[in-house]
């Protein structure tokens, strides 16, 4: 957040940054990258933006809603005069990236904090187990390792 807050400064607003992206860049950005979308952009920007991807492909507006975190998908779902600044082959598009929509990211005012402070722990491998001090072994009821006996 801190890089894309710095970015955004040099250029002078998410637009002009934005503005050099490609297709395959939107098609392939990950959520922290969305929510730091989202974060620096405002309502007219992200409407004016729909229209654009929308025309140039699709996919872009779906991977946006797919990645709309759930306080940005609640303001969407619950404001009729926004749903209609889109066309039906958007609303259609909107829809299915929604419906995909698996997001835990509460609120997009919640990511300063979750990005400054480091989560502590050991980290995680690529099977969801943690490593750490015990080795990612868990432990019996009395707090001792589990042999290969177990």
Not at 86 to 92: A, C, G, Y
Not at 109 to 116: Q, R
Not at 118 to 127: A, E, I, L, N, V
């Amino acid at each position: 957040m801190q890089v894309c807050e710095i970015l955004c400064e040099s250029f002078g607003g998410i637009d002009k940054y934005v503005e050099g992206l490609t297709v395959k860049d939107w098609l392939h950005m990950t959520a922290d990258e969305w929510n730091a979308f989202f974060l620096m952009a405002d309502v007219n920007t992200l409407i004016d933006f729909v229209h654009f991807a929308h025309e140039t492909e699709p996919k872009i507006v779906y991977h946006m809603f797919k990645n709309l975190p759930r306080d940005m998908l609640e303001d969407f779902e619950n404001t009729p005069e926004l749903q209609r600044e889109f066309n039906k082959h958007e609303m259609k598009t909107i829809k299915r990236g929604i419906r995909d929509n698996s997001n835990h990211v509460e609120s997009i005012h919640d990511l300063d904090e979750e990005f400054v402070k480091p989560k502590k722990g050991g980290r995680k491998g690529k099977h969801g187990k943690k490593h750490g001090k015990n080795g990612g072994k868990k432990h019996n009821k009395k707090g001792k390792k589990h042999t290969k006996k177990h």
